[in-house]
């Protein structure tokens, strides 16, 4: 009895996505773990009992923002990103914080902005939204193409203060043209967030 074998056949682009879709996995696993050792760390602190005495802590005048996640999220160019942006004191009525940042990405396409940015409470709790707009110059290198440079960011965060003013939690945002061209697919990106104050 002769026995034929069919050998399955991968091509070289099916065998690099499933090799970027593997370490992309594995990379999402550790940015998790490591914001779930955070919230914990963050949980430990914010559940010790306050003392009569304890005085309530003033805004932080400027902050810094440290975010790691996926641009393009679900999407067809998905790619590891990290950024940091600059907050400065509120100012106006509406409680307004001019701020600046940049990101870049796994596939060579970085970006700055500049914009505002407005915190909400959520009553008395520690938890807070924080919304923010901007304009931004957009470098594709190999990510995706948005149509042209000048792109408008919109984002929500949804945050936890912690003492010290820091703050930590997740964030969303959203890049688009606003069809000023041709082309506007517009990019998402889910981020974890660490804020903290600097003065």
């Known amino acids: 009895m002769r026995l034929t074998f069919k050998k399955s056949y991968r091509s ?6 499933s090799t970027e879709s593997g370490w992309l996995s594995r990379a999402l696993q550790h940015v998790t773990g490591l914001f779930l ?13 306050t003392t009569e005495d304890e ?17 393009d999220f ?41 914009g505002a940015r407005r915190e909400l409470p959520l009553g008395a709790s520690p938890w807070l939204f924080d919304i923010s707009f901007g304009v931004t110059y957009y470098e594709r290198g190999d990510g995706k193409e948005l149509g042209q440079e000048l792109e408008f960011r ?7 203060q912690l003492r010290g003013g820091s703050r930590i939690g997740i964030g969303v945002y959203h890049l688009s043209n606003a069809g000023l061209a ?17 003065g």
């Open 12 to 17: 070289p682009t099916q065998s690099l996505n």
């Open 154 to 160: 919109s984002g929500l965060d949804f945050l936890r």
């Open 55 to 71: 005085t309530v802590q003033e805004e932080p005048r400027r902050l810094i923002g440290l975010s790691a996640g996926v641009i």
């Open 74 to 114: 679900t999407r067809s160019k998905e790619a590891l990103e990290v950024g940091a942006d600059f907050q400065w004191k509120p100012v106006s009525f509406f409680k307004l914080r001019p701020h600046v940042g940049f990101g870049v990405t796994v596939d060579d396409t970085y970006f700055v902005f500049a």
């Open 37 to 49: 050792v955070m919230s914990i760390g963050a949980s430990s602190l914010t559940a010790q009992e």
């Open 182 to 198: 041709e082309l506007n697919p517009g990019t998402n990106s889910v981020v974890l967030r660490w804020v903290v104050p600097v």
